[in-house]
């Protein structure tokens, strides 16, 4: 206001008054980004880098439960080998003797490509259970595998879905979902995943997720 009074002490016109006085707030503006008072860009930038940072703690935290088609599952005791990181989630209550759903991350350190990876999960598990007719599918970058067979060890149907991913770790890794009626629950209390279902929630699971013993 004062530099429009001192304008108008000039005797300078409203219209010669109103350009002056944009043009000094334009300059103003100027000298402050070169004085590194507005960096508004920059600013934004930051934001975003804490934002991402924030987010990878925030999995690496939830490491211990997983959310898996609305369902918790929480991590289990499971001990690594040689050429594979597994870490194994069964919801709660259940324990590795009895399950009726488990979730399996695990990584290949070793392996090289994805795609070569499904297709020999696919000979391995098709020489092995030749009724699972087990085949590869591709969304993207990742593979998906999906069979069901009767479990070796009772009548009780297993069905698995396994998606295979690159590890950005280096190898691979693959997110494994398996299910089976559970002898010692009510079938009230295990009701099943459906296909799609199941797909969609493999599909989800961060690529950067942390495992333990790696």
Known sequence: MQASGNLVALGIGPSERKKATISMCLTRT???????????????????FNAALCCLAITNARAQTIQ???????????????EKI?????PSGQTESDWSKKLMLIRFPAAKDV?????????????QRPEAGAKV??????????????????ERQLTMAHRVLIDPQGGVRTYVFA???????AAVDQAPIDHDECIRALSRLSPIMQLLHN
């Open 30 to 48: 100027r000298n402050q980004k070169k004085c590194g008072i507005i960096f508004p860009q920059s600013q934004l930038l930051i934001l975003i």
């Open 68 to 82: 898996f088609a609305s369902q918790s599952f929480v991590l289990a005791d499971k001990e690594s080998d040689e």
């Open 86 to 90: 597994e870490n194994d989630y069964l």
């Open 115 to 127: 795609k070569t990876f499904a297709e020999n999960l696919c000979l391995a598990i098709n020489g």
């Open 137 to 154: 599918s591709q969304f993207g970058s990742d593979c998906y595998v999906v069979y069901s067979v009767t479990s070796s060890n009772s």
């Open 179 to 185: 299910q089976r009626p559970s002898v010692s629950k």
